[in-house]
């Protein structure tokens, strides 16, 4: 199967897609803040650069998006259907890059909370987002995940 759009066009279009302030960790970032929480942001000294950062709490927050970073059993991590070796290398990259983020982040006594995608996108999650993190980021868990706005 050869792809929709031309080359040029394809190459256009995936440099378009932002790797930081994207609209779910926007979203993510008020979520926080409206319920009391203050951050820092993409901090370089931690493993992964995190997208949200609560120094204090030693908590660490990434916002991924669910193709990007192949969210197990959901719908927006579909494999494309072009250049499969290619893909398959570079999201099973991605996934492998984050579980060393966490393992790395965790040795270093931080706790580490994953905000899927999904978890914004859908409009009944999306009201109940800032109270699923307050209760994350005020619990002990040392991982964790929200993905359709409920623990994991």
């Known amino acids: 199967m050869t792809d929709v759009v031309d080359t040029k066009t394809r190459s256009r279009m995936m440099s378009g897609i932002r790797g930081k302030d ?3 960790e926007m979203v993510v970032r008020r979520a926080l803040f409206a319920v009391g929480f203050r951050f820092r942001l993409h901090r370089r000294d931690l493993p ?5 950062v609560l120094p204090a709490r030693k908590v660490a927050v ?13 719908h927006y991590a579909r494999l494309p259907s072009t250049r499969v070796e290619f ?3 570079k999201l099973n990259g991605n996934m492998a ?4 983020a966490v393992e790395a982040l965790i040795a270093r006594g931080w706790r580490v909370l994953v905000v899927w995608e999904c978890a914004v ?9 800032p109270e699923s993190l307050a209760e994350w980021i005020r619990g002990a868990s040392t991982t964790g995940e929200l993905c359709g706005g409920k623990p994991r």
């Open 22 to 24: 994207t609209k779910p």
């Open 48 to 52: 992964g650069m995190p997208d949200v």
């Open 62 to 74: 990434f916002v991924h998006g669910c193709f990007w970073h192949m969210h197990k059993g959901c």
């Open 87 to 89: 893909w398959k290398n």
């Open 97 to 100: 890059r984050d579980q060393l």
């Open 121 to 129: 996108r859908d409009r009944e999650t999306l009201a109940d987002l």
